[in-house]
């Protein structure tokens, strides 16, 4: 094994353990919010170290591949892609925090403010962080784009929530402070969502060597 290939091999490993990190960190701070459960909360905050020790390894791991080992063509798109993919993991773990912080407020208020949709958008946010990251791995186009399918029903969902909580803010004027944490956490989720997305038009450019970000398409690619 070529020392290239060695230090290709302990970025990727880098790269997976950042994303397990941070993939647990949204599933706590979804768990907080939905289920109102303060271990969860709490437990958000301890995955966010680990993930920002993680992020500012695999950025010296990439420019010592940079400028040591000079990585050409395939070997070359992987290194960038990692330091982007890299940057909307350390974004998602900001997110997964601020949905802890709503989470707590929500488990201090009233209980009586409905989740409405939120449950589901968690539920499709989650499918989209498994799939980034696995579709990085493998190498996998088709696996991609089911993540950017999947970005657009996230954005609908988002909408209907936020005129549903308007809506219910109206009817019960003492539900405001909890129904804007609500508001607040299907924010963070949508763009944990944004992010997912991000990371599968990475995985276009890195598989394919081709860059579809604000073209508004992927049925060319």
Request: aromatic share 4%; charged share 25%; hydrophobic share 45%.
């Amino acid at each position: 094994m070529t020392q290239l290939t060695e230090r290709l091999e302990q970025l990727k490993t880098k790269m997976l353990e950042m994303s397990s990190l941070v993939e647990s960190g949204i599933q706590c701070s979804i768990s907080a919010a939905v289920q109102r459960d303060q271990d969860a909360a709490e437990a958000v905050f301890k995955y966010e170290t680990r993930i920002n020790l993680i992020d500012l390894e695999i950025d010296r791991l990439v420019v010592d591949l940079l400028a040591l080992h000079q990585p050409m063509a395939i070997d070359l798109r992987f290194v960038i892609a990692a330091l982007k993919i890299n940057t909307n993991l350390e974004r998602m773990g900001d997110l997964s925090v601020n949905i802890a912080h709503s989470a707590r407020s929500l488990i201090d208020g009233s209980t009586d403010t409905p989740m409405i949709d939120i449950p589901l958008i968690a539920g499709l946010v989650e499918s989209m962080v498994r799939k980034r990251m696995d579709a990085f791995i493998q190498s996998d186009v088709d696996l991609a784009r089911n993540v950017l399918s999947t970005d657009a029903a996230v954005d609908t969902l988002r909408t209907i929530c936020y005129h549903q909580l308007i809506s219910f803010m109206e009817k019960d004027p003492t539900s405001i402070k909890q129904a804007l944490n609500l508001l607040d956490v299907t924010r963070y989720l949508e763009r944990l969502g944004d992010h997912a997305t991000n990371i599968a038009e990475i995985v276009l450019f890195y598989v394919k060597g081709i860059e579809i970000r604000h073209s508004g398409s992927t049925s060319q690619h």
